[in-house]
């Protein structure tokens, strides 16, 4: 079955380094996501990982996969007040969903 | 280039009413998933469907139904709404199924039942 769960809040400072962990427990997962939700608002895709990959860099994004912990981090470098949201670890396995965690409420302060 | 278009934004209904919620997929999407968002959760898989057909379906009740039309657009149903029904309603739409990049979303319905 599928499970993902991340930490619930991270307050950050402007400027520093902003790191977010999840956990997934399929091993099937074929494609694991970052998505972030602003208030009132959608799902905005960030990035997205192959499983056989270990790294992906994306302008101030990182994203770190262990396969063998079956653990998932978003780094979000030279953080600002703009990325303050809600931001959603997701898998995807071999059909047709999309297994969410509970989100990570980042709070990004002055 | 429209993105994935919802309708309505908010809605409220009364414990026992049935609702229908649209979505448009984005231009050149054929594929439409839909989503329930409780408050303070992630978003759980409701249904997916593809060439006017469900596809693949999560742990909701058959209360919980939709269709998808030949343009691609969809609704779902809610039929004898309960309060824990009460949540923010995502469609996304992709090109296909298996698709790596995600899937483009809405930006929800909000479903209040009282």
């Known amino acids: 079955g599928e499970d993902v769960e991340q930490s619930l809040f991270l307050s950050v400072r402007e400027g520093d380094s902003s790191v977010i962990n999840c956990t997934y427990t399929?091993?099937?997962?074929?494609?694991l996501y970052w998505y972030k939700q602003e208030p009132g608002a959608g799902l905005q895709l960030l990035t997205y990982?192959?499983?056989?990959?270990d790294m992906k860099q994306d302008q101030r994004l990182t994203v770190l996969l262990n396969k063998k912990d079956k653990h998932l981090s978003l780094r979000i470098a030279d953080t600002q007040t703009g990325d303050s949201a809600i931001y959603f670890c997701a898998e995807k396995t071999n059909d047709y969903k999309l297994s969410f965690g509970a989100g990570t409420t980042v709070t990004v302060r002055a | 280039d429209a993105g994935v278009t919802q309708s309505p934004t908010h809605l409220i209904k009364t414990r026992g009413q049935q609702v229908t919620l649209r979505c448009s997929p984005k231009s050149g999407h054929d594929t439409v998933s839909w989503y329930q968002q409780a408050l303070g959760q992630g978003p759980q898989f409701i249904f997916q469907?593809?060439?006017?057909?469900?596809?693949q379906r999560g742990n909701f009740p058959d209360r919980f139904s939709g269709h998808q039309f030949p343009n691609y657009s969809s609704e779902l149903n809610v039929n004898a709404l309960l309060l824990g029904d009460s949540a923010l309603y995502l469609c996304?739409?992709?090109?296909?199924?298996?698709?790596?990049?995600?899937?483009?979303f809405g930006s929800g319905t909000r479903l209040t039942v009282v």
């Open positions: 469907y593809y060439e006017e057909e469900e596809r």
């Open positions: 996304a739409s992709s090109l296909g199924a298996l698709v790596a990049y995600g899937y483009t």
């Open positions: 990982i192959f499983s056989n990959m």
């Open positions: 399929d091993s099937s997962s074929t494609y």
